[in-house]
Nanobody, 124 residues
């Protein structure tokens, strides 16, 4: 059974940093592209960042470019999201996801497995 477990969320003041981790069990991540999405209260789940199977290609939403970076370590079966210069509008539940393809996608319906979500709260 595939499981993705996020950690590293919490509360921080604007301008601060957090690093989210996503650990996988039940399958080897190295074959799959992965992504981070987020969902704020009352809003749709939205794309944040994606990375291909090798880590050699990444895409980020315009709203997080220059502040967030996505990375992975296939040997550790782990995905990360480094979030710097956080803003109150980054407040959301963050989800990691993977898909049965080695190529990136920004479309949430193309992802097959999801973590349970991890709350990030940024205060002004």
């Amino acid at each position: 059974q595939v499981q993705l477990v996020e950690s590293g969320g919490g509360s921080v003041q604007a301008g601060g940093s957090l690093r989210l981790s996503c650990a996988a069990s039940g399958h080897t991540l190295s074959n799959y592209a992965m992504a981070w999405f987020r969902q704020a209260p009352g809003k749709e789940r939205e794309f944040v960042a994606t990375i291909n199977w090798s880590g050699g290609r990444t895409f980020r939403a315009d709203s997080v470019k220059g502040r967030f970076s996505i990375s992975r370590d296939n040997a550790k079966n782990t995905l990360w999201l480094q979030m710097n210069n956080l803003k109150p509008e980054d407040t959301a539940v963050y989800y990691c996801a993977d898909r049965s393809s080695s190529h990136c996608s920004t479309v949430k319906s193309q992802y097959d497995y999801w973590g349970q979500g991890n709350q990030v709260t940024v205060s002004s």
